[in-house]
Nanobody, 123 residues
């Protein structure tokens, strides 16, 4: 299973970006999907997750109300719509897939990872 994240870039504070993760070599409907991020010098942290059938979503407190995770099982993609971006959202964002499909909030629960896409928010 391969995951390809895209959509990162440079945006001013208060702006929006939409990240997308394309899954190949597997059927996305089999997996819970998550987004994590890692800022320089920091550990990888949970951002958002969505269960296999999109019945469950969880968000980190720091992004709740600003970010929205969604999935399109027909297109084998999962998106992260980010609005109200802040400089502290600057990080490399990773998508990940978990075979249990429940929508996990911890990195070790994930089986497959994409390569990451850089989001930079300027003040």
């Amino acid at each position: 299973v391969q995951l390809q994240a895209s959509g990162g870039g440079l945006v001013q504070a208060g702006g929006s970006l939409r990240l997308s993760c394309a899954v190949s070599g597997g059927t996305i409907s089999s997996y819970g999907m998550g987004w994590f991020r890692q800022a320089p010098g920091n550990e990888r942290e949970f951002v958002a997750t969505i269960s296999r059938r999109a019945s469950i979503t969880y968000y980190a407190d720091s992004v709740k109300g600003r970010f929205t995770i969604s999935r399109d099982n027909a297109k084998n993609t999962v998106d992260l719509q980010m609005s109200g971006l802040r400089p502290e959202d600057t990080a490399v964002y990773y998508c990940a897939a978990d075979r249990l499909g429940v929508g996990a909030r911890d990195a070790p629960s994930y089986d497959y990872w994409g390569q990451g896409t850089l989001v930079t928010v300027s003040s």
